[in-house]
């Protein structure tokens, strides 16, 4: 791989302006793991005579889709028209999921309900704006093939309208193979933008599609390396070797490696790879904020932005939503007022990686 290039870190508002002006008459299909994020609000005080645990005071507590489902809330902050594809359980937790995506105007018709599958739910119990635990009550069996064929038939009947789509796996086992490789052969037979957020774990074929977004230690396991000691910049040997792996293997169109305080990494199949520096001025959470990059990548992509303009808007927009707490969004007012400041360096924290849930 040739020697990295150094990115713009923001673009003309007007250019900005045109590109959400344009993706609020797209639409984009997202198909994935849903999952429904449940937020305890409290405060500590002391620490439990029973274990060396500290006591959270209840406060209050909200709800916000997560997963892929988070895919199309920001998708929708963006005005961008989308459909969410995915399978949540018939139960209390999937018909509270499913009123928040509708009050987002998420398309939910293609969310498929299934008796003996229960809906995906996370619980991080807060307190002085530090997680203090999370709970995941799931099930990461995957999905059988008569749910997964209601799945695709409900994603094709859409597909002949939409300018992009979205894989969202979080590894709850709504993307299996037979799934993927489905989704990839129809978006590809109509000349579809398909984006792909991964987890490597998992072990799918990835191979050609148009946009893979992993974070560092996910790109380190998709192209099978020893993670060894190694710096987050994008200057880095060993993740420069990394990201060549991947090209060389999977041959996607674009590679987004997300490396949270120190920005992303772009690299495209001619070309050196561009490092774009983040632009976050304080971080406060990095739940979904993978979620937020894919959405906004994807949205740049189909409006017509050229790879770099996409990175650096979706760069933007990452660095709105881990200024705030809890699973966000950005909206165009927001996005656009990013663009208005100058970009600063975060202090450094150890907790600043985007990283799948």
Not at 24 to 43: A, E, K
Not at 66 to 72: E, L, P, R, T, W
Not at 95 to 106: A, G, I, P, Y
Not at 243 to 269: D, F, Y
């Amino acid at each position: 791989m040739k020697k990295e290039e150094h990115g713009l870190s923001t673009l003309p508002a007007a250019r900005v302006r045109q590109l959400l002006r344009v993706a609020q008459r797209r639409r984009i299909l997202v198909v994935g793991d849903s999952v429904l994020d449940q937020f305890v609000w409290g405060r500590v005080h002391r620490i439990s005579p029973e274990a060396p645990v500290p006591v959270v005071e209840f406060d209050h507590e909200n709800y916000m889709p997560g997963g892929a489902a988070n895919v199309a809330r920001n998708l929708t902050a963006l005005g961008v028209p989308t459909a969410l594809f995915s399978v949540i359980g018939r139960d209390e937790s999937g018909r509270h999921l499913r009123r928040l995506l509708v009050e987002s105007d998420v398309d939910c018709e293609g969310l498929v309900e299934h008796r003996g599958r229960p809906t995906s739910i996370k619980t991080r119990i807060i307190a002085q704006r530090q997680q203090v635990t999370r709970l995941d009550r799931e099930t990461r069996e995957e999905l059988d093939p008569q749910t997964s064929e209601a799945l695709l038939c409900a994603l094709e009947n859409q597909l002949d309208k939409a300018d992009g789509v979205i894989v969202s796996d979080y590894g709850k086992g709504v993307i299996t193979q037979w799934l993927l490789d489905e989704v990839r052969t129809r978006c590809r037979a109509r000349g579809i933008w398909l984006s792909l957020d991964p987890k490597p774990a998992r072990r799918l074929n990835l191979a050609r599609l148009s946009l893979i977004t992993p974070n560092r230690q996910e790109a380190v396991e998709l192209a099978r390396s020893v993670d060894a000691r190694f710096g987050a910049s994008g200057s880095d040997p060993f993740l420069r070797d990394v990201a060549a792996r991947i090209m060389a293997s999977l041959k996607p169109a674009l590679l987004l490696v997300t490396l949270g305080e120190h920005g992303m990494l772009l690299c495209q199949r001619e070309g050196a790879p561009i490092h774009v520096p983040t632009v976050a001025r304080e971080v406060f959470d990095v739940s979904g904020a993978g979620d937020t990059v894919i959405a906004s990548f994807t949205a740049g992509i189909v409006s017509g932005a050229s790879p770099i303009e996409a990175a650096i808007l979706s760069n933007h927009a990452a660095g709105v939503v881990v200024g705030k707490l809890g699973t966000a969004v950005v909206t165009p007012d927001q996005l656009l007022e990013s663009f208005d400041r100058e970009p600063t360096r975060p202090e450094q924290s150890g907790a600043t990686r985007m990283r799948k849930r």
